[in-house]
């Protein structure tokens, strides 16, 4: 069975523009979670979505936003890119809510 | 507070001895205790968890003890090899149902042949 799969793997902005990545949970979650891991520190909790609704956010700014299609898979939004925003940009998903995170391989964003 | 302080920073070990990697919190509302593996490059990886009802919990050659008294637990990875060269995390979860995962900053353990 194929794992939490993310895309892009890397893609490269520059300051002011938008991204959006893509993220295909494991086939019968429910549940999709964002992380935001800046190099050398822990993974940052940025949404969890369960059931395409919203049921946590973190202390992130506006310009993220996230949302969860009938299928299960989520979307990351950012805008106004910064150059603080470059990060491995981790999407997990669980069966459900309260149980097990399992995290994709992520996608590597450079803001220039 | 939802900090989780993870110690050390970095630890180097001989092939064969055991690896001790350590983390505190202060919330008591937290009921969930994962440790993650990170190779370079890739996502983290779930190692082993544990909830605060038990004192320990053994797969294979990775222990996780837990002291909810001192709100403190920690991992032990017993005959440490080469492949066990990873970034470690340990992280915590508020109960209530949330998945947001409170995450230390990590440990580097390099384990030398």
């Known amino acids: 069975d194929a794992g939490v799969t993310q895309s892009p793997t890397h893609l490269i902005k520059t300051r002011g523009q938008h991204v959006t990545l893509r993220c295909s949970p494991i086939?019968?979650?429910?549940?999709v979670s964002w992380y935001q891991q800046v190099l050398g520190q822990g993974p940052q909790f940025i949404f969890q979505y369960y059931e395409k609704e919203e049921r946590g956010r973190g202390n992130f700014p506006d310009r993220f936003s996230a949302r969860q299609f009938p299928n299960y898979s989520s979307e990351l939004n950012v805008n106004a890119l910064l150059l603080g925003d470059s990060a491995l940009y981790l999407c997990?998903?669980?069966?459900?809510?309260?149980?097990?995170?399992?995290f994709g391989e992520g996608s590597r964003l450079t803001v220039l | 507070q939802q900090q989780v302080k993870q110690s050390p920073q970095s630890l180097i070990v001989q092939k064969g001895g055991i690896s001790i990697i350590n983390c505190a919190y202060e919330n008591t509302a937290f009921d969930y205790f994962p440790w993650y593996q990170q190779f370079p490059g890739k996502g983290p990886a779930l190692l082993i968890a544990?909830?605060?009802?038990?004192s320990e919990k053994k797969e294979g050659r990775f222990t996780i003890s837990f002291n909810k008294s001192a709100k403190q637990f920690s991992l032990h990875i017993m005959d440490s090899q080469p492949g066990d060269s990873a970034t470690y995390f340990c992280?915590?979860?508020?109960?209530?149902?949330?998945?947001?995962?409170?995450f230390g900053k990590g440990t580097k353990l390099t384990v030398n042949p």
């Open positions: 992280a915590t979860r508020l109960q209530g149902g949330s998945e947001k995962l409170v």
């Open positions: 997990a998903s669980s069966l459900q809510t309260d149980r097990e995170l399992f």
């Open positions: 086939s019968g979650h429910k549940s």
């Open positions: 544990i909830r605060p009802d038990v």
